[in-house]
């Protein structure tokens, strides 16, 4: 009878290279008295050493790590003061949040409570309001700076960027999916990945439309079907644009896309046909368990330490990826002996995909696929996000169809495609994007790590930032701060960007706007996206005229609760429930109907 064979968990590796700093040092506290007890005459031995030895192993074990962990905090607060006497006097500690229970333990079922029915950074809302833009979590002795400053953030990303990095618990939980890819490494493995796909983002590279062309007008031509149905029923946008995203994404990356556009859409209220096995539905899934494991920071290693639980979704992937990484590599090393490769007018490469670009650079096909799967979820996720709450923007505010339409037929007609001059000479769409960007960033939060200890300078303070620091911080409510941005910070108006409040409040202080990050870590595809949603939005609005939500579609427990009418800030206008894991999205879809145009 064979045996199973031993399956190793994603967590597995993780939890054991914590078990020394966990197990041993209470183990060996645990174990001294029972040594110096055998060691020592009875006569001599203490009497309280005795009546130690004499309890039972899991309370010797429980008072050790007792012992140690009030000894690590006597060190910890020993080390967090030396650290800090290294740097000028007038260095202060960041405020610290105060809650009721030992080590804000309470934060927990509180951030819970909130988010239940909360708005999309609600929690932190909440704090902000009684510490500041800028305050310590300190949450189980460790620290956690949450923060909306722009200074901060600017310190983080660039003039103190060596001080930071990703940091080794992101990168474990994440190395199931994303590998040692760009967005999942730091130092030397970071620049060497960076290095590989920067020159492929290049001006030419991403200004051959023609992939946005065939999926764009394949998505619509599905969309516009669905509206000519009986009965008009609703299609999910994001859905759709998520679809749309995907297919033109790995036609980029691979050469040829995953066809998740061939697949039916959804109906309202139906159960979707099953689509498990598809590489789109794998892919998204992958995100959602990494994302689960955000949530338990410290105990998911622990929960797999014998399974994986991306382990399914990553075989359906591997199984699409793995053919074309070995028919690329083939055909790299027989084309090696065919002479110089075709250049532009600057001598860049103009090889067809980012693969090909890959394989030039290195035959390792694990640090190819890492790549390729990180540059992916940028690819889709991102412009998804964009598309999905553009759209739903456009259903808020018909007059902006409008103005948008104007400009676009204007320029382009009713059929013809746009190119990159003509999507430079539209002013109003880049404003309209930045409007779209600025109140749903697709990333609405992020972090690094300390990798020793610093100072955060903000409005003229210095902050003390101890080694081994999470600074996260909320791209979301930093773009909607009214001291940022004005009054009217919570309204959509593409305006702003177009008048004089560019100037006051951008130009004089560009950090307020970070959709993409900056610094060395800048998004390389921020153009590519800008282009990407500007072209599927012209082909859009030359096809359609008006753009309704479809709340009988959206599923009830999906719907914004009614408590948020009587709040404050965005959740007051919302019709839809934005949520977040690595991205921004609508919760249950975006279900609308759409009209076409007379002239299409």
Not at 407 to 431: C, F, H, Q, V, W
Not at 565 to 577: A, D, I, M, P
Request: hydrophobic share 40%; proline share 6%; net charge neutral.
């Amino acid at each position: 009878m064979s045996r199973s064979p031993i399956v190793w968990g994603a967590g597995l590796s993780i939890a054991l290279d914590s078990v020394p700093a966990v197990v041993l040092p209470p183990a060996f506290v645990a174990a001294i008295p029972s040594v110096l007890h055998h060691i020592l005459p009875d006569d001599s031995s203490p009497k309280r050493l005795s009546s130690f030895v004499e309890l039972s192993i899991i309370t010797r074990l429980a008072l050790a790590l007792l012992t140690l962990a009030i000894l690590r905090m006597i060190l910890g607060e020993y080390q967090r003061n030396y650290d800090r006497k290294q740097f000028d006097s007038n260095v202060v500690e960041v405020p610290r949040v105060k809650l009721k229970w030992p080590f804000n333990l309470d934060f927990i079922p509180f951030d819970m409570k909130i988010m239940r029915n909360g708005y999309c950074g609600a929690t932190w809302e909440v704090l902000i309001a009684k510490y500041g833009n800028l305050f310590n979590l300190r949450l189980l002795e460790q620290d956690f700076i949450l923060t909306v400053e722009p200074e901060a953030v600017k310190s983080v990303l660039t003039t103190d960027f060596h001080s930071y990095e990703k940091g080794s618990d992101i990168r474990g939980l994440m190395f199931s999916v994303l590998g040692r890819g760009v967005f999942n490494s730091d130092g030397e493995t970071w620049r060497f990945h960076r290095s590989m796909s920067r020159p492929y983002f290049s001006r030419d590279r991403i200004s051959h439309f023609e992939n946005f062309a065939r999926h764009a007008d394949a998505a619509i031509s599905k969309l516009l079907s669905r509206m000519a149905e009986p009965n008009c029923p609703a299609v999910d946008f994001q859905d759709l644009a998520c679809r749309f995203t995907l297919d033109s994404g790995t036609e980029f990356l691979f050469g040829r896309d995953v066809h998740s556009l061939d697949v039916s859409l959804p109906y309202p209220h139906q159960e979707p046909k099953d689509d498990s096995a598809s590489f789109g539905a794998a892919f998204a899934r992958a995100q959602k368990h990494v994302t689960h494991r955000l949530g338990l920071p410290v105990l998911w290693p622990w929960m797999e330490l014998f399974w994986d639980r991306t382990a399914d979704d990553m075989k359906i992937i591997n199984a699409y990826v793995a053919p074309i990484l070995a028919k690329q590599q083939k055909s790299t090393s027989d084309a090696s002996s065919e002479g110089p490769k075709p250049t532009n007018k600057s001598g860049q490469d103009l090889r067809d995909t980012l693969l090909d670009h890959l394989f030039e650079l290195t035959s390792d096909e694990i640090v190819v696929r890492d790549e390729i799967i990180n540059i992916l979820v940028a690819a889709r996720d991102t412009t998804a996000t964009t598309l999905t709450f553009a759209v739903y923007m456009l259903s808020q505010n018909p007059e902006i169809i409008a103005k948008l339409k104007d400009e676009i037929t204007g320029r382009l007609g009713t059929s013809s495609y746009p190119t990159t001059e003509d999507l430079k000479e539209m002013k109003y769409l880049r404003a309209f994007l930045n409007e779209t960007l600025r109140l749903f960033p697709p990333v609405p939060m992020n972090s690094r790590a300390a990798v020793k200890s610093t100072v955060l300078k903000v409005k003229e303070k210095s902050y003390f930032v101890p080694v081994g620091t999470r600074i996260i911080w909320s791209t979301l409510l930093m773009h909607r701060r009214k001291d940022l941005w004005g009054p009217d910070a919570d309204d959509f108006d593409p305006d702003r960007w177009l008048d004089g409040r560019f100037r006051k409040y951008v130009m004089s202080n560009p950090f307020i706007f970070l959709p993409f990050n900056a610094g060395p870590r800048i998004c390389l595809g921020q153009q590519f996206a800008y282009n990407e949603a500007s072209f599927f939005l012209c082909r859009l609005l030359q096809r359609i005229d008006s753009v309704e939500l479809a709340p009988d579609a959206q599923p009830k427990e999906t719907l914004p609760p009614s408590e948020w009418k009587n709040g404050t800030g965005r959740q007051v206008y919302e019709k839809v429930w934005p949520k977040h894991h690595l991205t921004l999205y609508s919760d249950g879809g975006l279900w609308l109907r759409m009209k076409e145009a007379e002239f299409a």
